[in-house]
């Protein structure tokens, strides 16, 4: 058994490879995302692939992604984990870990501070090599399309469903400000600061690729004030609630009185001409805390790889993600929007 990194000449093979290896998940997804992700991230590495090779036949591998993300209001440069899969015939021969193992060795050559990945089924197998899940707080609320109705007639903030122009030349400037300002108080999200990434990535993940189930392709908003770009929200609809996937706002003028995601979901609801929707968004871009459905997630797990290169030396993952820098608060700021995930 050999452990090496993938050849340019092997991509064929192993979109083919890891398509089989998911089959048997719920909802397995196609090759065309593997290709997707790979070929719309631009700073995909072959040599990052990682790959178990047996008498000469793929049978496991691995993908580390290049990312940074931010924590504790610093960029951190932050390693993926994604693709993570054993041929059937050969599971449970320590394979996976193996090949996790020297994904942890070309982080701390390539001077990673963090490693990051999501998983459902596996976690026993990440733990056991040091990866911890941090919490993400998630409210399911059901939100009224005449909420804070005296104020709709007067408000300054319109919000309309928005097509690809929004990734264009003029847009995306203003779009990649309102992203980098809003995420910046947050503990997870991915810095997104290559414009490839936005024109091809987050374009592909929000809406422009038709999902298998048509009703569940991500749908996007955008929110201005006096015509300018102020904000951004995807959504996914197609279950009992509709998920918030992103969310990005600038507005500080805009009274505190209000919650703005509140009011935001509202003339979403009213632009559907529904009289109440049921929304999940991250808890943490909400300001209010009331009546409200939690729910955590475990699946994000994290893994210190450099302590050197954390924006706290030698912090725990625990003292990263839970503290908000800007708001100096011990909330829970973890976020880690569906667009960016791996
Ligand atoms: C998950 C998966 C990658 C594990 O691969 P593997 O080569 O069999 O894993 P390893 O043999 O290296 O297992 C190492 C340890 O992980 C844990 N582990 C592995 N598979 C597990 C499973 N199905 N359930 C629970 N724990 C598991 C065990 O602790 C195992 O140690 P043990 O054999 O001493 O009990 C493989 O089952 C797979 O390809 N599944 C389908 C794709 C997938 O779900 N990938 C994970 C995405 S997050």
């Known amino acids: 058994m050999q452990i ?9 093979d192993w979109f083919l490879f890891i398509t089989n290896a998911f089959q048997r998940k719920e909802n397995p997804p196609t090759k065309e995302y593997f290709e ?19 008498d000469g036949e793929l049978v496991g591998t691995v993908r580390n992604f290049t990312r940074k993300i931010y924590c504790c209001s610093c960029e951190t440069s932050t390693c993926g984990v994604g693709e993570v899969c054993t041929h059937e015939n050969f599971r449970r021969r320590g394979i996976a870990r193996m090949l996790l193992e020297r994904s942890l060795s070309y982080m701390s050559e390539n001077r990673f501070a963090l490693s990051v990945l999501h998983t459902g089924t596996a976690s026993k197998l990440y733990e056991g090599l040091g990866w911890t899940p941090v919490t993400r707080e998630f409210f399911t609320r059901r939100i009224p399309f005449d909420l804070y109705s005296s104020w709709n007639v007067a408000s300054p903030i319109e919000v309309c469903p928005c097509e690809s122009e929004i990734f264009e030349e003029e847009c995306l400037e203003r779009l990649m400000t309102v992203y980098n300002r809003t995420s910046v108080k947050y503990n997870g999200p991915i810095v997104r600061d290559h414009e490839d990434y936005w024109k091809k990535w987050v374009q592909n993940e929000s809406g422009k690729i038709c999902w298998r189930d048509e009703r569940r392709t991500p749908r996007k908003f955008a929110l201005r004030i006096q015509g300018s770009l102020a904000g951004f929200v995807v959504l996914q609809f197609g279950s009992e609630s509709i998920r918030v996937r992103e969310w990005s706002f600038l507005g500080d003028q805009i009274s505190k009185k209000f919650d703005i995601v509140d009011f935001v979901l509202s003339q979403i609801c009213k632009l559907y001409g529904e009289r109440e929707m049921s929304f999940t968004f991250p808890a943490p871009i909400s300001d209010m805390k009331r009546h409200d459905v939690q729910v955590s997630d475990n699946t994000t797990m994290y893994k210190v790889i450099c302590p050197r290169l954390l924006p706290k030396k030698n912090s725990t993952i625990a003292d990263l993600f839970c503290l908000n820098e800007l708001q100096n608060s011990s909330v829970n700021s973890h976020v880690f929007w569906d667009t960016d995930r791996f």
């Not at 090496?4 to 064929?12: A, F, G, K, Q, V």
């Not at 997707?36 to 047996?54: K, L, M, Q």
């Open 36 to 54: 997707r992700h790979y070929f719309s991230d631009p700073w995909r590495e072959c040599g990052g692939i990682f790959v178990a090779v047996d």
């Open 4 to 12: 090496r990194s993938l050849r340019e000449d092997e991509l064929d």
